[in-house]
C-alpha cells in the first residue's frame, strides 16, 4: 500500500510565503512545528476541501520548509509544479491578480494556468469538470515568464 502524504518546498520568508500559499491561494494552515534543535520551522497547508482529511491522515498536503538559518535556492522549476484543482478557473485567476500574483500561463482555453509561489515554485490550476467557454481578458492574455 502507497498513499501520497505531502509535497515539501522550501522557502525564505514565511510572512511572504503565507502571503501566497494562504492568502492567494486559499490554503490553510493545519500545523505548524517549530524545531529548536534543528532550526527549522514546519507549516503544513491542505486546500480548503481536504483540510479534514488532512487533520487526520497528515496527508494531502503542502510542507513549507522554514530554515532558520539563511540560504540560497536555486532551480525550482527543475521541480516540477504542483496541481490544484479549482471550481472557476477564471475566478481563481482574477483573485490571485488582484491579491498581486502574475498569471504565468493564463487560462486561455478555459481551463489551465500557471503561476508561482514567491520562492518560484510552479502551480498548476486546473478548472474541475469541462472547460469553461473562451472569455477574456483571458484568451488574448500572453504567457509571462517562465511556468
Not at 514565511?14 to 501566497?20: G, K, N, R, V
Not at 509544479?81 to 500574483?101: M, P, S
Not at 467557454?133 to 511556468?147: F, L, R, T, Y
Request: hydrophobic content about 35%; glycine content about 6%; some cysteine.
Amino acid at each position: 500500500m502507497m498513499e501520497y502524504l505531502h509535497t515539501m518546498v522550501r522557502i525564505r520568508n514565511i510572512d511572504q510565503s503565507l502571503a501566497f500559499w494562504r492568502d492567494a491561494l486559499g490554503l490553510v494552515e493545519t500545523r505548524r512545528v517549530d524545531n529548536e534543535k534543528g532550526r527549522f520551522t514546519l507549516i503544513f497547508l491542505a486546500a480548503p476541501g481536504d483540510v479534514e482529511h488532512a487533520k487526520e491522515t497528515r496527508s494531502k498536503e503542502v510542507e513549507l520548509t522554514y530554515n532558520w538559518d539563511d540560504e540560497e535556492y536555486t532551480g525550482g522549476r527543475n521541480f516540477g509544479h504542483l496541481a490544484y484543482r479549482v471550481d472557476n478557473i477564471y475566478e481563481t485567476c482574477e483573485r490571485l491578480q488582484k491579491a498581486g500574483v502574475t498569471i504565468n500561463r493564463p487560462p486561455r482555453e478555459g481551463r489551465m494556468a500557471f503561476v508561482k509561489s514567491p520562492d518560484w515554485i510552479s502551480i498548476e490550476l486546473l478548472q474541475t469538470g469541462d472547460n469553461l467557454p473562451i472569455a477574456e481578458p483571458w484568451a488574448s492574455m500572453p504567457n509571462i515568464g517562465s511556468w
